[in-house]
């Protein structure tokens, strides 16, 4: 079959190292000599000959990366055993001409496989299973006698766009089934394209963070809104725990326990909130029940957006103390636009304080609309009488914000 040209343009085509390029080669060279991936021992002796360290090569390795999924030009399962085997993904074959018919036979059988899977004879009634004959496609495909063609199954699975799908091979057959997820990399028609799509997938452009104005908006923001409240109904709504922790949401978080910290203190303010009502409700719960009695229906769509930001953040707090509350935990990251598990912890606490910030000023606006003219007369906070539920009177314990 022809080689596919490649433009080397993405990061993972470019940016290699002459150490990198010398450890490529060395599992390379064995791929022409026995067709079989190397030992990690063995690549570690060739290296160790060149004087260099097989282990820090591989950890440098450029790569395409969001949380815990990596992809590069090698796969290990980040293991340094002896008897690891060292195998190359098809970024790292690119870097290699004299194995340019990997990455040809990729290719041809990528888009084969999304081919099949966007026109197979789907029924209305029913969920149909694409489940094709590998040697009935390679043969199809002209690549049954391609070297290295053995080695198709394993490097489909290596493979981010065909890991889901690419196939096992059973009683010798190899039968790939391929997902739908192979259909964003139909008539990709070089390794260059290849790697984009796959970049676009892995690291998806993200819009930039709004900057805070100052290390204290959020602190500004919560007394702010304590104002108004007060004005409004009489009465304060802040209540802090103490000036400790209130002081630590002025900082930064570089690290997982920083990041605890800050949301532990901020979900402290939330729980300390004074808001008349059901003591037996949570504090977020009153909030929306004690604002839904004095403001509009119109002012309530605001509201609730901003008091379901405030919850999302008590979900990220819980995460970090109970393993249970992990559920909820992601789906508020994805309410910030952030990832689960979190890759960056600065960037994070960032996110959180700018759209904790927008949702106490959306509350502070739509309360502040609502202040009765200079010189007329307020309403006061309507406080509960005691013992007005009866799950007090069982002594059922109050429930967290």
């Known amino acids: 079959m022809s080689n596919t040209s490649v433009s080397m343009t993405d990061p993972l085509l470019t940016a290699v190292t002459n150490e990198q390029l010398a450890l490529l080669r060395i599992v390379g060279d064995v791929l022409t000599d026995i067709g079989e991936w190397p030992v990690y021992q063995y690549v570690e002796a060739r290296m160790d000959e060149l004087g260099l360290d097989a282990d820090a090569v591989l950890r440098s390795m450029p790569s395409i990366s969001d949380g815990q ?108 089934a391929p997902s739908t997820f192979v259909r964003r990399f139909r008539n990709v028609s070089s390794v260059d394209e290849y790697l984009h799509r796959l970049r676009g997938w892995i690291e998806p452009a993200r819009q930039p963070a709004a900057v805070l104005a100052s290390p204290l908006s959020l602190v500004g923001a919560l007394d702010y809104l304590d104002v108004v409240w007060r004005l409004r109904f009489g009465a304060g ?71 379901t930001t405030l919850q999302n953040v008590t979900y990220m707090r819980n995460a970090g103390q109970h393993m249970d509350a992990a559920l909820q935990a992601a789906e508020a990251l994805r309410s910030f636009g952030l990832t689960y598990p979190i ?52 002594g059922v314990p109050p429930q967290a914000p």
Request: aromatic share 6%; charged share 25%; glycine share 6%.
């Open 69 to 176: 999924l990596s992809y590069s030009l090698v796969r290990r399962d980040h293991s340094t055993a002896p008897d690891t085997l060292v195998k190359l993904t098809i970024a790292g074959f690119a870097h290699l001409p004299a194995h340019a018919g990997v990455w040809d036979m990729f290719l041809a059988v990528l888009n084969e496989l999304s081919d099949r899977r966007v026109k197979a004879a789907y029924d209305p009634r029913q969920v149909i299973e694409v489940t094709l004959s590998g040697p009935d496609l390679l043969s199809d495909l002209g690549l049954q006698d391609e070297p290295l063609v053995r080695l198709l199954p394993e490097i489909l699975r290596g493979e981010p766009s065909t890991w889901q799908g690419g196939g096992n091979v059973n009683g010798g057959v190899w039968m790939p």
């Open 237 to 307: 709504l802040l209540v802090v725990p103490s000036a400790e922790r209130a002081a630590r949401l002025a900082f930064d978080a570089t690290t997982a326990e920083e990041l605890d910290n800050r949301l532990s203190a901020l979900g402290e303010m939330f729980k300390g909130f004074d808001v008349p009502g059901d003591q037996q409700q949570g504090t977020l719960r009153r909030l929306r029940v004690f604002l839904a009695d004095h403001l509009t229906a119109e002012a309530m769509v605001r509201v609730e957006s901003a008091v």
């Open 343 to 394: 890759s960056d912890i600065r960037e994070a606490w960032q996110t959180v304080q700018t759209h904790v910030v927008s949702a106490l000023g959306a509350l502070r606006e739509e309360v502040q609309a609502t202040l009765p003219a200079p010189g007329a007369r307020r309403s006061q906070a309507r406080r509960p009488r005691r013992h007005t539920s009866s799950n007090s009177r069982r």
